[in-house]
């Protein structure tokens, strides 16, 4: 069997440690040759591929990017964009597809499988952790652990100057990453997309800090929005997959902050850099797993299936499950973080 893997969506870290999974454990074990499609679903758009074998994938479990490369090209957004793909795969004698991204890429795979009948099997990727059906996805842990690690340091420049420090972390429409980060971190005000918040009431905390002679760390993500106001953005461009580019939240917060309270207000706005770089050892554990069981789906024949923790254990789950709705921040578990706010 010839076994398709592609990257698409944001890079994010632990795709490299997928890869390695899938092809190592697709060779030794059930002898497949592999192609891996360049740049996300271009590659198969445009038969761009490169070969996959096992001296390919060695030294990369640390890497963080893809070697295969990213992009968030949409074929449903393409003439002929279905067919081109199904005659590459053909020319290519590919047999299954494996495709490792978040809710766009997997949302293709899922549309391919149930509609066109293609074999895809979908690995969970993103940092967001927003997709449905899964305890965890891989990139969160290390997303979290930069955003945790800059939040530390903001803390001290913060009290040395005795200033409003707002800290702008991705997530989209979830905010996993800033209440997890702000948690950990120890901020002071967190703010998410999945509960609208009182620029009032965050002046209130904020001055409540300065009176017990502390300096307040506000980590805003960057789909949070103002009770009587809209979502931040920084243009109204929108990518193949519909989405606008996020961000300016964190800007536009520091100035109201500093307006309103009269203490002077800075903003640090993290964006790609919790993307970047190797990856934490429990996102190289769990997109390794999931690389493994991936091949073993492909194997078994289990197509239109995404992989995904419950727990400690690797399931199937079907693709438009998991695909079907984000997964956003319960309202106990950010009620829980209240108690640290102010």
Not at 64 to 83: A, C, E, F, M, Q
Not at 150 to 158: P, Q, W
Not at 255 to 262: A, D, H, L, S
């Amino acid at each position: 069997m010839r076994v398709g893997v592609l990257t698409g969506g944001g890079d994010c870290p632990g795709l490299n440690a997928v890869i390695r999974g899938v092809v190592r454990k697709g060779v030794q074990e059930y002898g497949y040759d592999f192609v891996g499609f360049r740049d996300g679903w271009r590659g198969p758009l445009e038969n761009d591929t490169v070969r996959l074998d096992i001296p390919a994938v060695r030294g990369i479990l640390p890497r963080g990017g893809t070697i295969l490369g990213s992009s968030r090209t949409n074929p449903l957004k393409v003439r002929d964009g279905i067919r081109r793909i199904k005659d590459n795969l053909a020319k290519q004698e590919v047999q299954a597809l494996i495709a490792i991204g978040g809710e766009d890429t997997l949302g293709v795979a899922a549309r391919l499988s149930d509609e066109y009948g293609m074999p895809c099997v979908g690995v969970p990727k993103t940092i967001d952790n927003d997709l449905s059906a899964t305890d965890y996805t891989f990139g969160f842990d290390t997303a979290v652990n930069i955003a945790t690690e800059a939040i530390d340091r903001l803390h001290t420049t913060a009290e040395s100057h005795m200033r409003v420090l707002v800290v702008e972390v991705m997530g989209r429409h979830a905010g996993w990453i800033a209440l997890h980060a702000g948690l950990a971190g120890g901020a002071n005000v967190i703010l998410i997309p999945e509960q609208r918040f009182d620029i009032g009431q965050v002046c209130d905390w904020v001055t409540s800090r300065f009176q017990a002679s502390y300096a307040p760390i506000v980590v805003v993500a960057e789909g949070a929005v103002p009770k009587d106001g809209q979502v931040v953005l920084k243009d109204e461009s929108r990518d193949s997959f519909g989405h606008v580019r996020l961000s300016g939240v964190g800007e536009w917060l520091a100035k109201e902050i500093e307006r309103r309270t009269g203490k002077e207000a800075r903003t640090t706005v993290l964006g790609h850099v919790q993307r970047g770089g190797t990856p934490s050892a429990f996102d190289r554990w769990l997109a390794t797993r999931f690389g493994l069981h991936a091949i073993d789906c492909v194997h078994d024949g289990d197509f239109g299936r995404m992989v995904a923790l419950r727990g400690t254990d690797i399931v199937r789950v079907p693709l438009t499950e998991a695909t079907a709705r984000l997964k956003t921040v319960d309202p106990e578990l950010y009620r829980e973080a209240g108690v640290f706010f102010g």
